[in-house]
């Protein structure tokens, strides 16, 4: 069980699972290491609320404007934004971002 299903408890199903194991709030995507991260410091609710608020894309931006760049030592303590498996925009760590192939080409 993802932590999200026992906060989804008292969300009225706001907070789902994605078929690819990811948090979906009401349209906004997090993976499990983001969510992680984004609980750190909002409850839960805060987190629906932002959602409820602005809207999925822009809580996404906001996190990732509250979530910069990490501190040297520090590469899984910032938000970007990717894509899921199935091509969705999806809120990752900075530590979890795989780099394109052609930047291992030499």
Excluded at 27 to 36: F, I, N, R, T
Excluded at 49 to 73: I, R
Excluded at 74 to 87: D, E, I, K, W
Aim: hydrophobic share 40%; proline share 7%; with cysteine.
């Amino acid at each position: 069980m993802k932590i999200w299903e026992v906060h989804a408890m008292h969300s009225g199903g706001r907070v789902r699972t994605t078929a690819e194991g990811h948090c979906d709030i009401d349209g906004l995507l997090l993976s499990e290491k983001a969510y992680l991260l984004a609980i750190r410091d909002m409850r839960p609710r805060d987190l629906i609320q932002l959602v409820e608020d602005v809207g999925p894309q822009n809580a996404g931006s906001e996190l990732m404007n509250y979530y910069t760049l990490p501190a040297p030592g520090q590469p899984g303590h910032a938000l970007q934004a990717g894509r899921s498996r199935l091509g969705d925009p999806l809120l990752l760590r900075s530590d979890e971002v795989r780099l394109p192939a052609r930047e291992f080409a030499t």
